[in-house]
């Protein structure tokens, strides 16, 4: 079946240090892929997504690169904010499945 | 227009007893799915709704475990005889119309966070 195996956490970094959250995935046929952040107290919002090989999603300075041969779809941003502090997570659509698939999450804390 | 709203937004309850938790989906939203937020689990989908009808509700963990849509709308999960292990955040989501092959942005709501003592 289909799975996604994230970088584990916590993740502690400085504000402006260069993050990557490691995620790859396992899938029949050409899932699309995302990431959904979590902020504090908040609900589940869809951060980036990609939905064929080659793509890259971003916003708000994240991006990430849907990578089939490698079955890759790593989350970077070149200098992280305090605001930035959330817990991160990689999931996949199988194609037709009308499910998301997550992965067990990446929490984040960037100190000023 | 409003986003997803689901209540309770904590429940308490003693094991034994059965709970309601309740989704109001983004108005239009034809898709509605159940996920379910635990620490020994991360993120899990439970079940999926189009319309009123549920064509995959292959992630309940057990027949305690049930849901149900009325007008194509509202969805009420329900966990009877509840055990410790149900302790958990519920999460509600909707989008527009599933179409298979085509991904449709899931809204999440703030979740309900059921605890069981």
């Known amino acids: 079946g289909n799975s996604v195996t994230q970088m584990e956490g916590p993740v502690t970094l400085s504000e402006e240090a260069f993050l990557t959250i490691n995620c790859t995935y396992t899938a029949t046929g050409y899932p699309s892929l995302f990431w959904y952040v979590q902020y504090p107290g908040e609900g589940l919002q869809l951060l980036l997504k990609a939905t064929k090989a080659d793509d890259k999603g971003s916003n708000k300075g994240f991006e990430a690169t849907y990578r089939k041969e490698t079955t890759s779809f790593h989350l970077e941003k070149g200098s992280v904010q305090v605001s930035d502090s959330a817990v991160y997570f990689c999931?996949?659509?199988?194609?037709?499945?009308?499910?998301?698939?997550f992965g067990q999450g990446t929490r984040l804390t960037i100190n000023p | 227009g409003a986003g997803v709203s689901q209540s309770p937004s904590n429940k308490v309850t003693e094991k034994g007893k059965d709970v309601e938790l309740r989704c109001d989906p983004i108005s239009g939203h034809t898709a509605l799915y159940w996920y379910r937020q635990s620490l020994g689990q991360g993120l899990e989908f439970l079940i999926y709704?189009?319309?009123?009808?549920?064509?995959?509700k292959s992630g309940l963990p057990s027949d305690r475990f049930s849901a149900e849509r009325t007008g194509g709308s509202v969805s009420t999960l329900t966990i009877q005889r509840t055990q410790q292990e149900d302790s958990a955040v519920y999460l509600c989501?909707?989008?527009?119309?599933?179409?298979?092959?085509?991904?449709?942005?899931?809204?999440f709501g703030p979740g309900t966070r059921l605890t069981v003592l």
């Open positions: 999931a996949l659509d199988g194609r037709g499945a009308q499910k998301l698939v």
């Open positions: 709704f189009q319309g009123n009808s549920a064509p995959d």
């Open positions: 989501a909707s989008s527009w119309a599933a179409a298979g092959g085509s991904y449709n942005e899931q809204f």
